[in-house]
């Protein structure tokens, strides 16, 4: 479709207007144009090779090219001689050859629209027509140019800037727990984007050091971008989310480093929303003492070392007796760090042996929400291997055979359904853990797979290990928190390389990190607890239970905390 164009220099070849006047009086004018408003083609389907494959060899484009034709005259000045006419006319070819010198190269045609400038990038396609018409100094041109990638950008890139929010080591603890912000909703490490634009377009990420492990998550689609790797103070990591790669210091490939479960996402038109989120090491700061406790003794002294009042209990039958009828309380700081934080406290019998309680029942202190124990031989998944139920020295787990590896992913997961995975609820936190046992060094990934209502399994939280202990068994367990659509969450070991792995004891609890596993029959620690089934042993979650004394009420939000 033609368009009556105006000199107005709105469309450039590089930096050469091709509807201007030029500083020797010429009027160049556009006089057609075909390609540049039609719709594009086709988009060609997604290519489906995995990460680690991509550009290994030869595959179609992803997009049909739009080829653009241009034709147009420049007229030198009307007042200008013979010569000089031939001179600047001369001058304007000049101009052209070194702007389209675009056959083992490719340039920018840009065009001003009605309502944005947008430009396309583009390689001359044929020869083209530069010359004069007999008797005449007006020079023609006719210019073909084909672009690889049909779509339409803005001339000016959209750049936004975010800060890792700083979490791990020094003074103050927080959560391990991955992707999660920390203070208002405001805050520096979200960022929001606008594609402006009527299709999917891809982006770039400069993420800059210090930080472990950086991860860029895209709110909308679920899907994300991780690098398991550190980087220093000087360091930095350029990805190109379209072209697919990952350079660190512009200068080594770090594609390698990326985790298994990481998409090249592109952004929707409109809004796009990221989260940055990593570890960044914290520098001790003074008064912090790196979160050493400088009270004396925090159970007795207060920070300004007055003695904290001890209460006692005179009264011959509290809630639960003791063997001498007198109870005896103290309050107890028990906060992390009294120095900072003086006001939380709880209250401890002193009483070597409070025998004789008097109780009104029972209260759950955590639940395992995995609804089947490996030793009921159901409720568990594989990918890359069958189902091989085993028991050796009393312990039941499975043992994954892929030392034939054929597919890039092998996996043992709990159920791989909404109908027997562990529930979960979006925006709490769950800890997820596995005995695994190897028989050579090899790398394992440990992930909960986040699934919606339909059962999709949407997106992961992910935590790479490298077993180096042949032949023992190996606690590994990850945190994270349950995104916006989760039903259901789930224990996953998967490996990407051939090996013979086994897995048991998987556990999976609200919790922000692992306190130690537990089922219906298993239960190794405070010995006040007690492990049950919810319903049919082996067939249901398992819980831990303890004695709730008269009188005492649940105040923590937590699940079972007195």
């Not at 995104?483 to 998987?506: F, L």
Request: net charge negative; with cysteine.
């Amino acid at each position: 479709m033609a368009q009556d164009i105006h000199a107005h220099g709105d469309i450039k070849i590089g930096n050469l207007p091709l509807n201007y006047i030029d500083e020797d009086g010429c009027r160049w004018i556009v006089q057609d144009v075909t390609g540049w408003w039609e719709t594009p083609p086709a988009i060609i389907p997604e290519d489906e090779r995995p990460y680690n494959e991509d550009g290994n060899y030869w595959t179609a484009g992803r997009y049909g090219p739009r080829t653009i034709q241009i034709n147009g005259v420049v007229i030198p000045p009307p007042r200008a001689s013979e010569r000089e006419a031939q001179r600047i006319i001369s001058r304007a070819r000049d101009k052209i050859n070194q702007e389209i010198n675009l056959v083992r190269r490719t340039g920018i045609l840009s065009f001003a629209e009605v309502d944005a400038n947008r430009q396309i990038e583009v390689q001359l396609l044929g020869q083209p027509l530069i010359a004069t018409a007999d008797g005449s100094n007006v020079l023609h041109f006719d210019l073909q140019f084909i672009a690889s990638d049909p779509r339409k950008h803005s001339v000016s890139r959209k750049v936004h800037s975010a800060t890792m929010r700083q979490v791990g080591v020094g003074g103050l603890k927080f959560p391990r727990l991955y992707p999660r912000k920390y203070g208002p909703s405001s805050g520096t490490n979200r960022v929001h984007v606008k594609n402006e634009g009527d299709t999917y377009t891809y982006g770039t990420f400069r993420i800059s050091g210090p930080i472990r492990n950086p991860r860029v998550d895209h709110a909308e689609s679920g899907e994300f971008i991780k690098l398991n790797l550190e980087l220093g103070e000087d360091d930095y990591v350029d990805i190109d989310m379209q072209n697919k790669t990952v350079v660190l210091n512009n200068a080594v490939s770090r594609v390698a480093n990326l985790d298994f479960d990481s998409t090249w996402f592109s952004f929707q038109p409109g809004d796009n929303t990221l989260l940055f989120t990593g570890t960044v090491p914290v520098v001790p700061q003074e008064g912090w003492a790196a979160a050493t406790n400088l009270v004396t003794n925090p159970s007795i002294e207060a920070a300004t070392g007055a003695d904290v009042v001890v209460h006692q209990n005179f009264m011959p039958d509290p809630s639960f007796k003791a063997t001498d009828t007198v109870l005896a309380v103290t309050r107890t700081n028990i906060a992390d760090n009294p120095v900072l934080m003086p006001e939380r406290e709880e209250f401890v019998n002193l009483v070597s042996n409070p025998a004789g309680r008097n109780t009104d029942g029972t209260v759950t202190i955590r639940e395992n929400l995995v609804k089947r124990h490996i030793s009921s031989g159901t409720g568990f998944a594989a990918y890359g291997t069958s189902l091989d139920y085993r028991e050796e020295d009393g312990r039941h787990f499975i043992r994954a055979d892929w030392s034939d590896l054929s597919d890039s992913l092998g996996y043992v997961t709990t159920s791989a359904s909404n109908t027997l995975g562990p529930d979960a609820t979006p925006g709490q936190v769950y800890t997820a853990s596995a005995l695994v046992r190897v028989q050579a060094p090899t790398s394992l990934r440990l992930s909960i797979p986040w699934r919606n209502a339909n059962g999709n399994n949407f997106t992961n939280t992910t935590e790479t290990f490298a077993v180096e202990e042949a032949g023992s068994w190996v606690r590994l367990s990850v945190t994270g928190e349950a995104p916006e659509g989760t039903v259901t969450g789930g224990v996953r070991v998967s490996a990407s390389e051939a090996s013979v792995v086994d897995y048991a004891e998987p556990l999976f609890e609200r919790a922000s990190e692992f306190l130690g596993y537990f089922d219906g029959d298993t239960w190794d620690g405070d010995p006040d607890f007690t492990p049950e089934w919810t319903g049919t042993p082996g067939g249901s979650t398992s819980r831990l239970v303890a004695p709730k004394p008269v009188g005492w009420t649940l105040t923590n939000s937590t699940p079972g905390i007195l």
